[in-house]
């Protein structure tokens, strides 16, 4: 390939200046001079710096930066200048001893990239919102679970209880029945006596009445028990569907956090990319 000297590079830019845009899809301007004034300048679609052959190189621009710093220089000028975003790339040209004769100026159009850096920092901002509530769920199912479990707990406990007192009931219950048969045995032994034993009849009557009472009463608590065991064992089937339904939130309200904080790290390198474009 052919190595072209610096003032045969500066001619071709000045001749392909003008169709350099017919070319790439973003909007440019192009700006060519030599070490004091341009030598073309193109505008672009949405950019215009309103330079002309023969105007001087401003001073402080990229162009100039370029020149005298003999490398190349980039910078980004805000939409208040000139009505749009854009960053400028100056790259100067050598001639065959390294000295600079001239310089490329290029300006991209940056309000698309702009807009991706806006919209994705307000994803960047709305994934944080969500992950802000998807930690409360994650916090108030662990809660639920925590409650549930508790429940359970309590529910196994009073179970218990109902049991130990259900023990209690069938001593109460065997006790009455002794005591009814011991009432009905002095009965017997008082009508032996006659005369005599008509006052021991007395007791043992009250004692027969006690016994019926004590079992009349010991059947109704039973038949409350009963109640209480079964709304006892419905309450911990109903804690543990609770429990496995706050298990499984709990679970997917993990994995939904771990998406959320994997596509958040993607829109803020989205993010990144963007403010480097």
């Known amino acids: 390939m052919r190595n072209y000297t610096g003032k045969e590079k500066l001619s071709i830019m000045v001749q392909v200046a003008d169709f350099l ?14 070490c004091e ?14 330079k002309k052959a023969g105007d001087p190189i401003p001073e402080g621009s990229g162009l100039k930066q370029a020149i005298e710093a003999k490398k190349q220089i980039s910078t980004v000028v805000p939409a208040e200048v000139y009505g749009v975003p854009f960053k400028t790339t100056s790259t100067p040209i050598f001639d065959e001893q390294g000295k600079v004769i001239g310089c490329v100026g290029i300006a ?5 990239q702009e807009k991706l850096r806006t919209i994705s920092e307000d994803l960047a901002s709305a994934f944080q919102e969500i992950l802000a509530s998807v930690d409360s769920m994650s916090s108030e199912a662990q809660q639920l679970t925590e409650l549930a479990q508790q429940m359970s707990s309590f ?28 009432g009905l045995n002095a009965a017997i032994e008082a009508a032996r006596a006659g005369e005599a034993g008509r006052g021991f009849s007395v007791v043992a009557e009250e004692i027969r009445k006690l016994s019926d009472d004590t079992a009349s009463s010991v059947e109704s608590v039973s038949e409350i028990i009963n109640d209480i065991t079964d709304a006892v064992g419905k309450m911990l089937e109903f804690v543990k569907k609770v429990s496995e339904a706050s ?31």
């Open 21 to 34: 845009n017919d070319f790439l899809d973003d909007d440019i301007t192009i700006g060519v001079t030599d």
């Open 37 to 50: 004034k341009y030598l073309k300048s193109v505008p672009g679609r949405t950019i215009n710096l309103k």
């Open 108 to 112: 991209v159009n940056l309000e698309k």
């Open 155 to 182: 529910g196994v406990k009073s179970e218990n209880s109902l049991k130990d007192i259900g023990k209690v009931i069938s001593y109460v219950k065997k006790v009455s029945g002794q005591t009814n048969l011991l």
């Open 247 to 277: 298990e499984e939130q709990a679970s997917a309200v993990e994995e939904i956090t771990a998406t959320m904080q994997e596509l958040s790290s993607r829109v803020q390198d989205l993010a990144n990319m963007a403010g480097k474009i």
